[in-house]
């Protein structure tokens, strides 16, 4: 079986600082991962993914994360926050073949500071 | 850039009335799927879709649920009867290739039982 943990359920930076989203995962073998960033009232969009390329991922809006499989984590960051950054972020881990039911992270809410 | 397409925004129900929750998945997309979203808690899959069947589902989808495609187009989760512990922010999401990319989520029907 697997699992998501994202460690925070509130992180609070101010607009222009960086930000840091952690997200560890527990699988017996190396999931794709992803993290999906949900506006209120609004559908979850993808950031970004992993699936076995590159450790470090580009996502959109300035995201990037980095998959560290001796650490077992993807963590999302972003050099510098934005106000409009301001959502609920999901990280998200498929497992590869079989069953494709995801497991989802319980969301960390990012408030952003002026 | 497509979308997918969720009617009702919000729907208000009393308990043990029946509601389908429709939706429009992208055209090409061949996966589909619906999630829900207790306030609060986190995002759970329930049941996955491909070749008008059925692919998987999960614990919380016992036979109160049921989907259906009934024409090409749409895709409709039925609850049969409801209960107030229904009421969730329910996702449908569709895909190209079982979800190994990712999902393209539409933006949700909040269900209230009362």
């Known amino acids: 079986a697997q699992s998501v943990t994202q460690l925070d359920s509130h992180v609070s930076v101010s607009e222009g600082t960086p930000v840091l989203l952690r997200c560890n995962y527990s699988?017996?073998?190396?999931?794709?991962l992803f993290w999906y960033v949900q506006h209120p009232n609004k559908g979850l969009q993808l950031l970004l993914k992993?699936?076995?390329?590159?450790?470090l991922v580009k996502g959109i809006n300035g995201f990037e994360a980095e998959f560290k499989k001796s650490e077992t984590s993807f963590h999302l960051t972003k050099p510098s926050a934005h106000m409009s950054d301001a959502a609920e972020y999901f990280c998200v881990a498929h497992p590869p073949g079989g069953s494709y039911i995801p497991t989802f992270g319980r969301g960390t809410s990012l408030i952003v500071h002026p | 850039e497509p979308e997918v397409t969720q009617t009702p925004s919000h729907q208000v129900t009393q308990m043990g009335q029946e509601v389908i929750l429709r939706c429009v998945p992208i055209?090409?997309?061949?996966?589909f799927y619906w999630y829900r979203q207790i306030l609060g808690q986190k995002v759970e899959f329930l049941v996955s879709f491909y070749n008008n069947e059925i692919s998987e589902k999960s614990e919380i989808f016992d036979d109160q649920f049921s989907v259906e495609r009934p024409d090409g187009s749409n895709f409709t989760l039925k609850i049969r009867s409801t209960k107030l512990e229904d009421s969730a922010m329910y996702f449908c999401?569709?895909?190209?290739?079982?979800?190994?990319?990712?999902?393209?989520f539409g933006s949700g029907t909040r269900l209230t039982v009362v």
């Open positions: 699988s017996s073998y190396s999931p794709s």
């Open positions: 999401a569709s895909t190209f290739n079982r979800g190994t990319y990712g999902y393209t």
């Open positions: 055209s090409n997309h061949l996966y």
């Open positions: 992993y699936t076995s390329a590159a450790t």
